[in-house]
């Protein structure tokens, strides 16, 4: 029997999808992608740059560039560190490349933002052309967790709908009575600084320490009808007081406020890589500042329905009681409460601490200053009769040129960044002498050097980087001087903090005849966290006045 043996029968492979010769053409197509979008971006920012009528702007080098610009963060973050920051890194800069220049990517040559320090486009960024820019996201992101989103860090219905709730509040009637409930806490903070020897003067202090305090207490008093009363809280710890007052959930506040400031400080200054600097220290400060506010909000919202007899808001008299109106939670409460906090303590701190370091500095500036607060308002001992208001600290002329003065030389915000939301015009900057229009492509960042832009000798003079009260004599605000920001953004508590910082400098003035800065001190050391901050504090000697 015959047996055939079958081959089996072989079939081909079944054919692959993808083979290294497939893949060459879609790495080329990714590789070229962006390279197309970008060159078709640059074609189309040619097209509105001349439509528009713009000039090229002078362009700052990047000769060793590194991905995501980690170069010129890190410059940053080192001239902060030393404290060269906008005398070496940023005055060098515009020093070299103009008053207005541009920044671009080394490898699409795209424009990524254009720095100024020119007042016109300051105006036009702020005021004219407001609705083409807006806050730019990493700076929300950078204030995270510390401040969430809210009256400061966000832009359109959100920055509107907590801004007229704010808003309200500062008036001229509430700026006169908070100047008066404010006598209390400047006899506290005189018990604070220490009596005087019997030579008359005080035992060196670091001025900034209880100002801090000071403006906590005056604007916790002024937004919510009650103060945190953390001047209180130091005596009593101190033993300068026998019980502790009122409300202290904020005891510690400032502390914690500076330790957490200065992560966000640098987190800002990183950009988009803000995410970099982080740390367990930095989540327990902000939740160590959470729990304080929170029980702080509670505190005083108990109070008030205490004080209403258990019935609803129906005139609201304070920030607390204007959001319980509208319907807000405990949580937004909280969160826009650190918002006002910061700037309620922070900038007038900030202010206050600057103002008596030239004054410290300038011993004829302080006699003189002193000379017109007597005139007006009397001494310690011997009051004139005439009440602190709005009106009388404004009639205080050399006063008023000294806040100004300061707030010139060290504005809260020295630098001020938005970014474009479409094309759009910067008025000046472009061209050979720097006269002609600046295109901006969406998307870039302008930033805004005011600390420059106050310290120009070609705007302010040649004594420009001096304390000279002098020189405000006849001169008008303008758009060289933006402490406050300006345009739909100004600053809404800008009345409040100079009726109150005004109030602080003459109520010292009428105590204190000499003020001088303690030995080894440095007191104008500048620290960029939040805002510009004497860095090293503000230690001082005070002469209190004979009262014969």
């Known amino acids: 029997m015959n047996h055939t043996i079958h081959q089996p029968v072989s079939h081909p492979p079944p054919p692959t999808l993808f083979t290294p010769s497939h893949l060459i053409p879609i790495v080329l197509l990714l590789l070229t992608l962006p390279i197309a979008s970008s060159l078709l971006e640059k074609h189309r920012f040619s097209h509105f740059t001349s439509i528009s009528k713009c000039s090229p702007v002078p362009q700052a080098s990047n000769p060793f560039p590194l991905p995501w610009s980690l170069n010129r963060k890190y410059e940053v973050y080192r001239a902060s560190v030393r404290g060269s920051l906008f005398e070496g890194h940023f005055l060098s800069k515009y020093t070299r490349y103009g008053k207005t220049h541009a920044i671009v990517s080394p490898l699409t040559g795209l424009q990524k933002g254009i720095n100024t320090i020119e007042p016109e486009n300051i105006r036009a960024v702020l005021a004219t052309h407001f609705n083409d820019y807006k806050r730019p996201e990493f700076r929300s992101l950078a204030a995270q967790p510390m401040l969430l989103p809210g009256l400061f860090t966000t832009d359109g219905a959100i920055w509107a709908h907590w801004r007229g709730m704010v808003r309200p509040q500062f008036t001229r009637k509430r700026f006169d009575q908070n100047v008066r409930d404010s006598e209390r806490h400047m006899l506290l903070l005189f018990k604070a600084l220490g009596e005087s020897g019997t030579d008359g003067w005080v035992a060196s202090v670091d001025l900034l320490e209880h100002m801090y305090r000071l403006t906590m207490d005056t604007a916790t008093q002024f937004l919510f009808g009650v103060s945190a009363e953390t001047q209180s809280a130091a005596l009593f710890r101190r033993g300068l007081a026998e019980?502790?007052?009122?409300?202290?959930?904020?005891?510690?506040?400032?502390?914690?406020?500076?330790?957490?400031?200065?992560?966000?400080?640098?987190?800002?200054?990183?950009?988009?890589?803000?995410?970099?600097?982080?740390?367990?220290?930095?989540?327990?400060?902000?939740?160590?500042?959470?729990?304080?506010?929170?029980?702080?909000?509670?505190?005083?919202?108990?109070?008030?329905?205490?004080?209403?007899?258990?019935?609803?808001?129906?005139?609201?008299?304070?920030?607390?009681?204007?959001?319980?109106?509208?319907?807000?939670?405990?949580?937004?409460?909280?969160?826009?409460?650190?918002?006002?906090?910061?700037?309620?303590?922070?900038?007038?701190?900030?202010?206050?601490?600057?103002?008596?370091?030239?004054?410290?500095?300038?011993?004829?500036?302080?006699?003189?200053?002193?000379?017109?607060?007597?005139?007006?308002?009397?001494?310690?001992?011997?009051?004139?009769?005439?009440?602190?208001?709005?009106?009388?600290?404004?009639?205080?002329?050399?006063?008023?040129?000294?806040?100004?003065?300061?707030?010139?030389?060290?504005?809260?915000?020295?630098?001020?960044?938005?970014?474009?939301?479409?094309?759009?015009?910067?008025?000046?900057?472009?061209?050979?002498?720097?006269?002609?229009?600046?295109?901006?492509?969406?998307?870039?960042?302008?930033?805004?050097?005011?600390?420059?832009?106050?310290?120009?000798?070609?705007?302010?003079?040649?004594?420009?980087?001096?304390?000279?009260?002098?020189?405000?004599?006849?001169?008008?605000?303008?758009?060289?001087?933006t402490p406050f920001s300006g345009g739909p953004q100004i600053c809404v508590g800008q009345g409040y903090t100079m009726t109150q910082v005004s109030f602080v400098i003459a109520r010292i003035a009428m105590r204190y005849d000499k003020i001088e800065p303690a030995e080894g001190s440095n007191n104008e050391k500048r620290s960029w966290m939040t805002v510009l901050t004497p860095g090293d504090g503000v230690k001082v000697r005070l002469h209190v006045a004979s009262q014969t």
């Open 243 to 481: 019980t502790k007052v009122g409300a202290v959930h904020l005891d510690g506040f400032d502390e914690t406020f500076i330790k957490a400031g200065g992560y966000v400080g640098h987190r800002i200054k990183l950009s988009n890589m803000y995410w970099v600097y982080d740390g367990l220290d930095f989540r327990r400060a902000c939740r160590d500042l959470y729990r304080m506010v929170d029980g702080y909000v509670t505190f005083v919202r108990a109070k008030g329905r205490e004080e209403r007899g258990g019935r609803e808001v129906e005139k609201p008299e304070t920030v607390i009681e204007e959001m319980e109106k509208q319907g807000a939670s405990q949580r937004d409460m909280v969160e826009q409460t650190m918002h006002l906090l910061v700037a309620g303590m922070d900038t007038s701190a900030a202010a206050l601490g600057w103002v008596f370091a030239m004054l410290g500095a300038n011993p004829d500036k302080y006699a003189k200053l002193r000379e017109e607060v007597i005139k007006v308002f009397g001494t310690e001992e011997r009051r004139s009769g005439i009440e602190f208001s709005l009106e009388s600290v404004k009639s205080c002329e050399y006063l008023q040129w000294c806040l100004r003065e300061t707030l010139r030389l060290f504005p809260a915000g020295p630098i001020n960044v938005r970014e474009a939301v479409r094309d759009t015009v910067l008025p000046v900057g472009g061209g050979p002498n720097g006269k002609n229009p600046v295109a901006v492509r969406k998307g870039a960042r302008v930033q805004l050097g005011t600390y420059l832009t106050h310290r120009s000798k070609e705007l302010w003079g040649e004594d420009a980087n001096d304390f000279r009260p002098e020189r405000w004599q006849g001169r008008r605000i303008g758009w060289d001087w």
